[in-house]
């Protein structure tokens, strides 16, 4: 999220001396709008990690090893839950943003 910036077309923007500012404040009021993606990606790493360790451990059982099926479960779960969570982080961190800069009356392209 640190990264994203939108594109904003100055042409006939009344408001185009306005855009850095106006970019710093919806930033800001998208990471909170958001939630920030580290913290998603940490939630979503472990209750994925959870889910993962209980299946993959009744898989396991099924073949004869649970331990095993548990702890490729967890990673695997682990794994896809944090980019998940960070994934939609980003989506609604970046939606925010350019509504926030639209609603300003600026004209942004992505």
């Known amino acids: ?13 009344p408001h185009a001396s306005r855009i850095p500012r106006d970019e710093a404040e919806c930033r800001e009021l998208a990471l909170s709008a ?11 790493a472990v209750v994925g990690g959870l889910l993962g360790a209980a ?6 059982a099924a073949a004869g090893s649970p331990g095993a099926g548990a702890a490729i479960g967890a990673a695997t779960g682990g794994l896809g839950g944090a ?7 980003e989506q609604r ?10 609603e300003r009356g600026h004209h ?3």
């Open 55 to 60: 299946s993959g451990a009744a898989i396991g």
């Open 108 to 110: 942004v392209l992505d």
């Open 93 to 102: 961190f970046k939606a925010a943003f350019q509504t926030c800069m639209r």
């Open 34 to 44: 958001s939630g920030d993606t580290a913290n998603k990606s940490a939630i979503g």
């Open 1 to 13: 999220m640190g990264g994203y910036r939108p594109t904003v077309d100055p042409y006939n923007d």
């Open 83 to 89: 980019t998940f969570e960070g994934l939609s982080a």
